[in-house]
C-alpha cells in the first residue's frame, strides 16, 4: 500500500511538472509573438527611423555628376520598397540651387543595403550634393 501511495504521489509531481513547462513554452511563445507583432507595426509605421542613405557624387566625361550609394535598412522584420530620394544641389556659399527627386526601386530586406546610382547634368555652380530619404513603401 505504501508503494502504491508513493508511486501515485510522485506521478503526480511529474505530471504537474510537466504541465507547468508546457504552459511556460507556450506563453513564451506568446510573448515572442506579440512582441514580433509589435515590432512589425513600429517598423511599418516610421520606415524613415530604418533607413539610411549614404553618397558620394564625381564628375564624368559627358560633365555630369554621378551619384552613387546605398540605402541601408536597419529594421530588424520589416522589408521596404520604392525608397524616394531627395537630391539638393548646393553652392560654395550653401544656397540651394535645385532639388531633384530619385526613386531606387527595389526591395532592400531586414538588416540589408542595396546600391543606387543616378546620373544629373548639376546646375551651374554646384559644390555639394545632399541626399536624403523622404519616404518608402513596406514590402508585403
Not at 86 to 94: H, I, P, R, Y
Not at 100 to 129: M, Q, R, W
Amino acid at each position: 500500500m505504501k508503494n502504491v501511495a508513493a508511486f501515485l504521489l510522485i506521478s503526480i509531481f511529474l505530471l504537474m511538472a510537466c504541465s507547468n513547462g508546457t504552459t511556460e513554452t507556450t506563453s513564451d511563445k506568446e510573448n515572442y509573438k506579440k512582441a514580433t507583432e509589435t515590432l512589425l507595426e513600429k517598423e511599418k509605421k516610421n520606415p524613415m527611423s530604418f533607413l539610411k542613405v549614404y553618397s558620394h557624387d564625381k564628375h564624368n566625361l559627358l560633365g555630369q555628376t554621378v551619384i552613387k550609394g546605398n540605402v541601408d535598412n536597419s529594421a530588424k522584420v520589416c522589408s521596404y520598397k520604392d525608397v524616394q530620394l531627395e537630391l539638393a544641389f548646393f553652392s560654395k556659399t550653401g544656397t540651394l540651387l535645385e532639388k531633384d527627386l530619385e526613386t531606387v526601386y527595389e526591395i532592400i530586406a531586414p538588416g540589408k543595403s542595396v546600391d543606387f546610382k543616378t546620373k544629373y547634368f548639376a546646375p551651374k555652380g554646384t559644390d555639394s550634393i545632399a541626399v536624403k530619404i523622404l519616404g518608402a513603401k513596406v514590402s508585403q
